[in-house]
C-alpha cells in the first residue's frame, strides 16, 4: 500500500527487523547464497561424521564408529516401534509375538552393535531387511497397500539389506581400522 495514501508509513518496520536480523544471524551477502554446497557440506556432509560413500578400507575408527552408530539408532528406534506396534490388535497383520520378540532382538543387537562393533551383532542387525521381505512375502502385504507403496517398500529393504552388508564389513574391519582420519 502507498504509505502516501493511508497517511501510515508502513516501511518504517521493516528496516528495524532487517537490522535485528542481521544483528541476530549476522550480515550474509548474496554470494554466500549461491554457495550452498558450502552449507551442505557443514551441516549435512562432514568426511568424517558422514562418511558413506567412503570405501571400508580406507574408514577410520572414528569413522566406523559415527556410521555404525548412524545405522545401530535407525534400526533401534524403527525396530523399537516395530516390537511394540506388533502387540497391538491394530496391526496390519494383527498381533504377533514372533514379531515383537524378534523386533527386541534386532533392538539389542542394534545395542551391542553400536557400543562394541561386534561383527556378530552385524549380522543380526543385517537379518532385519531379510527378516522383513520374508515376513512381506509370506504374510502377505497390509490390504490398503497399493502396488506402487509395494514396490518402494521392497526397494527401500533391498537398499537397506545391501548398506547392512557395509556394515557388517565395516564391523569385520574395524579391529585393523586406523584411529585417526587419513592416519595409518
Known amino acids: 500500500m502507498d504509505p502516501g ?12 527487523k532487517a537490522d535485528k536480523a542481521v544483528q541476530v544471524l549476522g550480515p ?5 547464497w549461491m554457495s550452498w554446497d558450502k552449507f551442505v557440506k557443514k551441516y549435512v556432509w562432514d568426511d568424517v561424521k558422514t562418511p558413506y560413500f567412503v570405501r571400508v578400507a580406507k574408514l577410520s575408527k572414528v569413522q566406523a564408529g559415527y556410521e555404525i552408530f548412524s545405522y545401530s539408532l535407525f534400526l533401534a528406534i524403527l525396530f523399537a516401534v516395530i516390537s ?71 526397494a527401500v529393504t533391498l537398499g537397506l539389506l545391501v548398506y547392512s552388508a557395509r556394515v557388517v564389513a565395516i564391523a569385520k574391519a574395524y579391529p585393523n581400522m586406523p584411529d585417526a582420519v587419513g592416519g595409518g
Open 28 to 32: 550474509v551477502e548474496i554470494g554466500d
Open 84 to 154: 511394540i506396534a506388533s502387540l497391538s490388535e491394530q496391526a496390519p497383520q494383527g498381533r504377533s509375538e514372533v514379531v515383537s520378540i524378534y523386533g527386541f532382538c534386532v533392538v539389542c543387537g542394534a545395542i551391542v552393535l553400536a557400543t562394541t562393533k561386534s561383527p556378530a551383532a552385524a549380522l543380526v542387525c543385517a537379518s532385519a531387511p531379510l527378516a522383513a521381505l520374508l515376513y512381506f512375502f509370506l504374510e502377505g502385504f497390509p490390504a490398503g497397500l497399493g502396488a506402487i507403496d509395494k514396490r518402494l517398500f521392497v
Open 5 to 16: 495514501k493511508s497517511g501510515v508509513d508502513r516501511t518504517a518496520g521493516v528496516a528495524t
